[in-house]
């Protein structure tokens, strides 16, 4: 339904999404490129770079699909990557998958993975394409699934990571040195023992709070009632000293939500350190509904980042605040129906029931030590059921992001998100809040140009 357009997240005019790619502010923009298949809503067709670009992260320019799969190096897919600034051109790094056709595993033969670069003046007018390194060059004991290039210039090197499955199944990222962003040398290879998962996907590092943190997509960790719920992983790492020599310890998933996966951080001119994921899952068994309409999955809301103690919270951008509308109403016991998008803030003392569209609750139960995110309508959660949290007690907030089709809860100040889709029959929903008192705030849509 043409309800379900979202008003402030970025998705594909039409087609397919999945991870962010390239996020910078570059030449006076922020840019947002992510994969992208533009021809076929299950993400069939050749898949490349879309590319969304704003000047404040409200108003959004769309810009087609400028890094193509047109290589032998990248010939079934230009996949994930980073933009690093560097004068007056923008490099993308990115991964340049190779699938030969034939019965083979692709994870030991048939593929190929190579890193790539290209050089942009302005995120749209690509450069010629350069092969760095090719399956070949990438430590013997590792499989050939190696990609997702992160890289950054620190201390005078340029630092790049590869997210990688070692032969061992084991996940692991590579960190590599070069002096001109060309040429690599390994510097360390990063796993832990036992194995963390078979494979790490879309490797990021950041600093917040004058620490550096690594963030790694594990997929293969067992699931739990409270932890790993979905099919993959997405999370961080504390790390103590710097990544050729420290250690990392205390996987922390970044949302407790049915759909977060494969983010990357950039960070803005004022300093922030901004978190986008993808609000989606690879191989999840549910159908997202809007792919009968021609398009499919949504980035998350740019989510600031800060360092809490050992942990990180996250915020949504505060450029949200300037789409207010109206005046805020007090929600107290009585169901109310609320156009969206809209914003939802509550603390709570003791349990409480919020409860959306008649068909999804999001509860809290002490006894239990939970908080508990429920689809009870099947065609509301697109079949999904509950995503859970353990929560200790004590006074909890609740800001909440409701979109058309897409909600994002940031509980107890960011120390815990939940990410999922949803999709309502209406474009306006009846809230109801039992246990507790929430304020309510309508908000306008940024605005999408194609
Ligand atoms: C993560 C991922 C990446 C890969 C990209 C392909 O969702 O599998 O590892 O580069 O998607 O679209």
Not at 60 to 83: E, H, I, K, N, V
Not at 174 to 181: K, M, V
Not at 182 to 209: I, K
Not at 315 to 335: I, K, Q, V
Request: some cysteine.
């Amino acid at each position: 339904m043409a309800h379900w357009r979202q008003a402030l997240h970025l998705e594909p005019p039409q087609g397919w999404l999945n991870d962010p790619n390239g996020l910078c502010f570059f030449g006076g923009q922020y840019h947002v490129f992510f994969q992208y298949a533009p021809l076929g809503a299950e993400g069939s067709g050749p898949k490349g770079w879309g590319h969304w670009q704003s000047a404040d992260l409200l108003h959004w320019t769309f810009a087609g699909m400028p890094l193509r799969p047109d290589t032998p190096w990248d010939q079934s897919g230009a996949y994930s990557g980073c933009a690093v600034p560097f004068g007056d051109t923008l490099r993308l790094y990115y991964t340049g998958n190779v699938k030969h056709p034939g019965p083979y595993d692709y994870i030991h033969e048939g593929r190929e993975s190579n890193t790539l670069l290209v050089e942009t003046p302005d995120g749209l007018q690509m450069g010629p394409k350069e092969r760095l390194m090719e399956s070949g060059d990438y430590p013997a004991d590792c499989s050939l699934h190696v990609r997702d290039p992160k890289v950054w210039r620190e201390d005078g090197l340029w630092k790049m990571l590869l997210g990688a499955r070692s032969l061992a199944d084991a996940g692991r990222a590579l960190l590599y040195h070069s002096t001109d962003g060309r040429a690599w040398t390994l510097a360390r290879v990063l796993e832990l023992s036992p194995a963390f998962g078979y494979m790490w996907e879309c490797p990021d590092t950041f600093t917040v709070g004058g620490r550096r943190w690594l963030g790694v997509c594990p997929q293969g960790l067992p699931h739990g009632e409270t932890e790993n719920q979905n099919q993959y992983q997405s999370g961080w790492f504390a790390l103590a000293g710097d990544l050729e020599t420290g250690t990392i310890s205390g996987f922390t998933e970044w949302d407790k939500g049915f759909d977060f996966y494969a983010p990357q951080t950039l960070e803005a001119p004022d300093g922030r350190v901004l978190l986008v994921g993808w609000m989606g899952m690879p191989d999840a068994d549910y159908r997202n509904p809007t792919a009968a309409l021609g398009w499919q999955h949504c980035l998350t809301l740019p989510r600031e980042l800060e360092a809490d103690g050992g942990g990180l919270r996250q915020r949504p951008l505060r450029e949200l605040d300037a789409l207010a509308e109206g005046t805020p109403f007090a929600l107290n016991g009585e169901t109310r129906t609320v156009p969206l998008p809209f914003r939802l803030r509550m603390a709570a003392e003791g349990d409480f029931t919020l409860t959306l569209a008649g068909g999804l609750t999001f509860t809290r139960r002490d006894d239990a030590g939970l908080l508990e995110l429920r689809f009870t309508d099947d065609a509301l959660g697109g079949g999904r059921t509950v995503r859970r949290a353990r929560w200790a007690g004590g006074p909890l907030t609740v800001d909440l992001v409701a979109d058309r089709s897409a909600l994002e809860f940031y509980c107890d100040g960011g120390r815990l998100v939940f990410a999922t889709r949803w999709y309502p029959g209406d474009p306006a929903v009846p809230v109801a809040l039992q246990g507790a008192e929430a304020t309510v705030q309508t908000l306008g849509s940024m605005t999408f140009t194609l």
